[in-house]
């Protein structure tokens, strides 16, 4: 582990009063990736997140449509979005899967996982990968988190995207509209 992504894990550790070590909290974090990676439509891109209390509840999710096998073409969820005769119309898997952070943000809303803007606060988000540009928008109009650990299992063969997320995490940050430390 970066010792960028040990010093936010303490951090958090610190300002939350979590009990468990950092390697606890990773080990953890990494199971409930796991797992949301596992209940991916796509079973080629496999993206999961989580979110973390202090007291290591847990609310995961991944990115997944539950049109999987009825509406879109034979072999949809098996290509790549790189290949360009997915469809006839190039629709691709990126255009209509909902991405595991903005359904974990909506099903902890729904569920009530999160009530206040408090709760969103204390929250580690963990990711499997870096968010694109669309994510990173969702969680910061919608959520009040503060704490964002990538794992990079995950590696998304698009770094345009990734550049479109880690500028616009920049802007934010310029303003001090928002604060993620990843």
């Known amino acids: 582990m970066s010792t960028e992504n040990l010093h936010l894990l303490n951090t958090w550790r610190e ?58 073409p034979q072999g949809f969820w098996e290509q790549h979005d790189a290949n360009p005769d997915i469809s006839k119309t190039g629709l691709r898997k990126g255009d209509v899967v909902v991405h595991s952070e903005i359904r974990l943000i909506i099903n902890a809303m729904k569920c009530g996982f999160v009530h206040t803007q408090d709760d969103w606060k204390e929250c580690l988000l963990v990711l499997s990968t870096f968010p694109c540009a669309n994510c990173v928008s969702a969680i910061m109009e919608f959520t009040e988190l503060e704490f964002m650990l990538v794992l990079e299992n995950t590696k998304i063969a698009s770094p345009q995207k990734q550049e479109k997320a880690r500028e616009l995490l920049t802007w934010f940050n310029a303003n001090q509209q928002r604060i993620l430390r990843f």
């Open 15 to 72: 300002e939350f009063g979590v009990k468990e070590s950092a390697e606890e909290i990773i080990s953890f974090a990494k199971s409930k990736i796991e797992l949301a990676e596992s209940l991916s439509t796509d079973k080629l891109v496999q993206v999961g997140s989580a979110l973390i209390k202090p007291d290591l509840s847990c609310l995961v999710s991944a990115n997944l449509s539950k049109f999987a096998d009825s509406v879109y």
